[in-house]
């Protein structure tokens, strides 16, 4: 269906995922649909590449599939039949210099019982999280961060040892710092009515929610069928929707800041960039929390103010590749690495055995990548390639045993790439879109709001789409009484 050309226009701000999901939305529903985006390509933190002739992921590389919002959107946008389960499930951790399966039975590194990450905790540390049964309970208030909680009940090993490398590989943040309500809502609510963290734990399990939706931005692929790639990688999804918006009528442009957002009458905006200004009836601003901030200092200043404090964390992969006859035998899809233990490598994955479209594609080929990089960290971000290539050869040789040099490396940088979600974020949001409540035809989308998952960052910007097309009916409907009746 194309767009109405004389109809309603909407402006969409930032070209990420959350930002092509708000006009793939809007388009679909008959609206006039112009995309701006600052960057040379749409996509932001997902990214398809190659290395020594291999496709690979330079971003984000798996959907969570027990979150319907970025399955859907692939499907619909005609990838369907090349979504694909990992080739393997199975991870381990990289703990005081040995690699450990990762253990079953936790919430997110959060055990029920002791016995469940036994191999991972030593002795001392399994009877100080039995010590959970014995404690009072604890008050949790309006949130609470993760780590601190967990560690008070449990004890700080079980923190370092698997909350940390799990929950903090997400966010590439630190769990003492992580809103337990925003990151584990599940584990939040349901600590808030038992008396001990274990019956908290358990009861989450058998609810059945035992991964959170944001696990999707783990590094390594855990939890089996809960996760998905897209054969020729996660990275191919911004091109596909962007080829939805423009089949449905829909305008994207690239190197196209907006440099500044003026009202235009009661209800409408003008959306400025360098070259032109947009005339609009509506915007949604998908761009990063402190962009979207200095947009809306003249409007909403107090909304200005609390997405200007929203901090960010860098990151950066390096993507090796091998000849395969060189490298051994190496366990399931990758390991974790607890920053307790001091490696620069957080995470690695091992492409080529993870997703079958890598190995389909190069068998004679061995694709892994790692992750460098946590918040607070930037300087390690910062080093030269040919540094985190040896950092990251270093690592895989203490972690794995492999000595082999690679026959190609690719280093990308996700500076200021994950917004962190400390104790108190999802208040901080809550003002921000009462704020923005009161400017009619003006929403917020992306990964600073409601998860950095890429099915959270979609529900964010169908749910930015929805309301604003809500309005438009409503204000149609106002100033046109007989519009939606028939004759």
Known sequence: MNADTTGPHVVVAGGGIAGLAAAHRLALAGHRVTLLEAGDRVGGKLLAGEIAGAPVDLGAESLLARRPEAVALA???????????????????????????????????????????????????LGRIDRDLELPPTEIGEDIAIGAYVAERMGHEVVDRLVEPLLGGVYAGD????????AVPALFEAARVHPTLTAAVRAVQQAGAAVPADAAGAATGLGGAAFLGLDGGIGTLPGAVAAAIRAAGGEILTGTPVTALLRSGATGWQVVTRDRTFDADAVVLATPAGT???????????????????????????????????????????????????????????????????????????????????????????????????????????ATGLA???????????????????????????????ALAALPGLRVAGAAYDGVGIPACVASAHRAADEIADEIDATSKRTDPGAGHSS
Do not use: C
């Open 75 to 125: 499907r619909a946008v005609g990838l369907g039949d090349r979504l694909q389960a990992p080739g393997t499930t199975t991870a381990s951790v990289w703990s005081r210099g040995d690699l450990i399966p990762m253990p079953k039975g936790h919430v997110m590194g959060v055990p029920g019982d002791a016995r469940a990450v036994g191999g991972l905790v030593s002795p001392a540390g």
């Open 292 to 398: 979207a901030a200095g947009l809306l200092g003249g409007h909403a200043p107090g909304a200005a103010a609390e997405l200007d404090g929203i901090d960010y964390a860098s990151m950066a992969l390096v993507t090796l590749a091998f000849r395969r006859s060189d490298v051994p035998a190496l366990p399931g899809s990758g390991f974790l690495v607890p920053p307790v233990d001091g490696h620069t490598i957080k995470a690695s994955t091992f492409s080529s055995q993870k997703w079958n479209w890598v190995t389909d594609s190069a068998p004679d080929l061995f694709v892994l990548r790692t992750s460098v990089g946590r918040h607070g960290e930037e300087e390690q971000v910062r080093r030269e390639d040919t540094d985190l290539v040896a950092a990251s050869l270093k690592d895989l040789a203490a």
């Open 404 to 434: 082999a040099r690679p026959v190609a490396t690719t280093v990308t940088r996700w500076t200021g790439g994950l917004p962190q979600y400390p104790v108190g974020h999802l208040a901080r949001v809550a003002r921000v879109r009462e």
């Open 175 to 182: 769990a003492h710092r992580i809103s337990m309500k925003a």
